[in-house]
């Protein structure tokens, strides 16, 4: 999809790397798993049991979602938040060591499986918190179960994957596109330990079948209409066109303006988003964080719990 694709590489969004699954004799990724959290099953569905991270915590319940990776990636960032709410993390089904069944990746069946792990754990006025594709998840829950929340929060999750990337400039071909600068510099965050050894082992690794139902055959246009709570949205903030110009090895002036087409193909599919959640849900907070990528809660995490703080108090 040209839209994902446009943000993973004009905004410096970070990819997980995917592996093919093995046998499920094998076991779980949490042996190195340091993170301040109980691990607790909830069975919906009949017979899918979900894995729920519970980090405890003091306040309103706060609850964690990703879109295809489990919600371990939150181990480091979800601590910052427990003096503020009780905060959960739910990995959908399809992901880590939650179950792996053969179907239900719909946002619906998704929206479904939340809704019966919040009453499983009794939780009522929570705050949803949806990274990336998640954020379908949020619009299709608040929109059936508004009177349960407190509050919806997207990570870079308020987007539209139905939308063609042509909303006002046009992309180029991409190969015609100059290649980023692989410089070997190590970037200033990495994935919480769990995260890493998911992606290693043969049970927890993301099978590519299950990533292309959640992300690709389950993309529908979000109504914000229907969305009656308080929301925040939270975005990357794109680079002036000379900063992201630096990253790449530019040897004409037909790569330059290649890119140049790119950085305003993105903007202009970004200020849509903006303008479609503005237009469903007129008093939606904005967001954009400079320097953020697509896992922003990694990247900036400060920035992110002080956007979060002060959203809820201002409620």
């Not at 009177?147 to 990570?155: C, E, T």
Request: one cysteine or more; charged letters at 20%; aromatic letters at 8%.
């Amino acid at each position: 999809m040209r839209a994902a694709v446009a943000t993973l590489v004009c905004l410096a969004a970070v990819a997980v790397s995917v592996l093919a699954r093995a046998p499920a004799s094998q076991v779980s990724s949490q042996n190195r798993d340091r993170s301040s959290h109980q691990v607790r099953w909830v069975t919906i569905d009949s017979s899918v049991k979900l894995e729920v991270l519970d980090w405890g915590g003091s306040g309103p319940p706060l609850v964690l979602l990703a879109c295809y990776v489990s919600t371990h990636v939150y181990d480091e960032f979800a601590p910052k938040l427990t003096d503020q709410f009780h905060v959960y993390g739910i990995t959908r089904r399809g992901i880590g060591a939650s179950d792996k069944p053969a179907t239900g990746y719909s946002v619906q069946q998704s929206a479904n499986d939340l809704f019966e792990v919040l009453n499983a754990l009794k939780l009522q006025q929570a705050l949803l918190v949806g990274h990336s594709c998640a954020g379908q998840v949020l619009t299709m829950f608040a929109a059936e179960h508004g009177d349960r929340l407190r509050g919806l929060i997207y990570l870079d999750g308020a987007t539209d994957p139905t939308l063609d990337a042509e909303v006002g400039s046009p992309y180029p071909d991409f190969a015609t596109l100059p290649r980023p600068i692989s410089n070997g510099t190590k970037r200033s965050w990495d994935f919480p330990e769990a995260i890493n050894q998911e992606q290693l082992n043969p049970v927890t690794r993301l099978d590519p079948v299950i990533r292309k139902a959640i992300t690709v055959d389950a993309r529908m246009k979000p109504d914000y209409t229907r969305v009656r709570v308080p929301v925040l949205a939270i975005y990357q903030a794109q680079p002036p066109f000379e900063e992201v110009a630096a990253g790449y090895t530019i040897r004409n002036d037909k790569e330059r303006a290649a890119l140049r087409q790119y950085y305003a193909a993105t903007r202009a599919l970004y200020a849509r988003w903006q303008q479609d959640l503005l237009a469903g849900v007129p008093t939606a907070r904005i967001v954009e964080l400079p320097g953020a990528n697509l896992y922003m809660f990694l990247s900036n995490e400060a920035d992110v719990v002080r956007e979060i703080r002060s959203f809820v108090n201002g409620l």
